[in-house]
């Protein structure tokens, strides 16, 4: 049976709410997911398909917290609180152990700090607390020179930076978050989900790969001891099972800056839109200078851990080089590894959020985004 697409289109963009028909037509009877998209402040594209899905179903988004983590890097960096060429160990003195002392903030931001995790691992406990991951973390001998190459800080990353903004300003980075983006926005985008809110969280569904794809992720190579298994917390005796991450509820409750968030694509969309657009009459988050900053690209070529060619803006993926290439130079977002992807391309105006149920293969962000982004932004740039 066909699945009913909700919701709405601005004129102009009837042209992506048929290739979002498209797709979910040829996806599983039990597709669940939302697409949103705003063009200049404004938005265009509110979709959502799936037997009782709305707009407002939160989803775990993965790494596409990463962006939240880092608009408030931003933010803090835009006032003047932060400085990306300080030394981490001027806001977190404990951190140069073991030769991590000359690292920058800049550097630490770009994926370039070696400390993907430890070589013991942590519990799950740990995993959901960034205080508890940038303790252990202070410790770590890098897994490479600092500074010298980089590679994807999966599980860690925003409890990194994190460790920064507390030090800094005396709050979490959660903390500022709601106070400076979140709640004026009255985003569903949340990192720590409130008890009352529970009820609209939708549990994230394993992959369901055909045998062709299972062939596949069997013979991706991943040694126990692989800095990949490490990034991933996969070398330890309980393994780390990414898939239910978000569907643990302390993790939902405590909204760990790296992987932790929960939302809806209206949520992930606006942030992005805030970020680079008036909205709603207030003024865009980000002023010029720093739009150019975060989305110029600080770490590109070979990822250490994920074995693929990445780029890296200031925390934030550089979508336009490996992504999607027609964007505009210097968009930049985060995907999350069960399919979510969210960006703001700043040149053509768009800001673009999608989550699903069921995590997507190969994991990171969904194939389908490929089709649904190239809409939205032909849409975009036709209006």
């Excluded at 994230?204 to 045998?211: D, F, G, I, K, S």
């Excluded at 002023?287 to 060619?309: C, N």
Aim: aromatic share 10%.
């Amino acid at each position: 049976m066909t699945q009913e697409i909700h919701g709405t289109v601005a004129d102009g963009y009837e042209a992506v709410r048929e290739e979002f028909a498209a797709f979910v037509a040829g996806e599983l009877p039990d597709y669940e997911g939302q697409l949103c998209a705003y063009h200049h402040g404004r938005r265009v594209i509110d979709l959502w398909a799936g037997e009782g899905v709305g707009p407002d179903s939160l989803y775990g988004v993965f790494s596409s917290t990463k962006g939240a983590a880092h608009l408030v890097v931003a933010l803090l960096v835009q006032d003047g609180t932060l400085e990306l060429d300080r030394k981490v160990t001027y806001y977190w003195p404990e951190f140069g152990a073991e030769g991590k002392g000359q690292l920058t903030l800049r550097e630490l931001i770009s994926h370039r700090a070696g400390v993907v995790g430890l070589d013991a691992g942590f519990t799950a406990d740990e995993l959901a607390d960034d205080r508890a991951i940038a303790e252990r973390l202070a410790d770590q001998k890098p897994f490479w020179r600092p500074g010298t190459a980089y590679g994807y800080h999966a599980f860690v990353i925003g409890a990194l930076t994190g460790e920064v903004v507390r030090r800094a300003t005396g709050r979490t980075l959660q903390e500022v978050y709601e106070e400076r983006v979140r709640a004026p926005y009255g985003l569903d985008f949340y990192l720590g989900l409130p008890e009352a809110l529970e009820p609209r969280f939708r549990s994230v569904q394993p992959m369901a790969p055909t045998p062709v794809q299972q062939a596949e992720l069997d013979a991706v190579p991943r040694g126990p001891h692989s800095l990949a298994s490490i990034a991933f917390n996969a070398h330890v005796a309980e393994p780390t099972e990414l898939v239910n991450h978000p569907n643990s509820r302390t993790v939902r409750a405590k909204g760990p800056a790296s992987a932790g968030g929960v939302a809806a694509a209206r949520g992930l969309a606006g942030m992005y839109a805030a970020a680079i657009s008036e909205v709603a009459g207030r003024p865009p988050l980000l002023k010029p200078d720093t739009v150019a900053e975060v989305g110029q690209i600080h770490s590109t070529g070979y990822d250490l851990v994920a074995r693929v060619h990445k780029s890296f803006g200031l925390g934030f993926q550089a979508v336009a080089d490996y992504v999607y290439p027609f964007l505009g130079a210097g968009a930049f977002g985060h995907s999350g590894a069960g399919g979510s992807q969210a960006f703001a391309d700043p040149r053509s105006g768009v800001a673009y959020g999608y989550t699903r149920r069921r995590y997507a293969y190969p994991g990171g962000a969904a194939p389908e985004n490929d089709r649904l982004v190239r809409a939205v932004h032909m849409a975009a740039l036709a209006g």
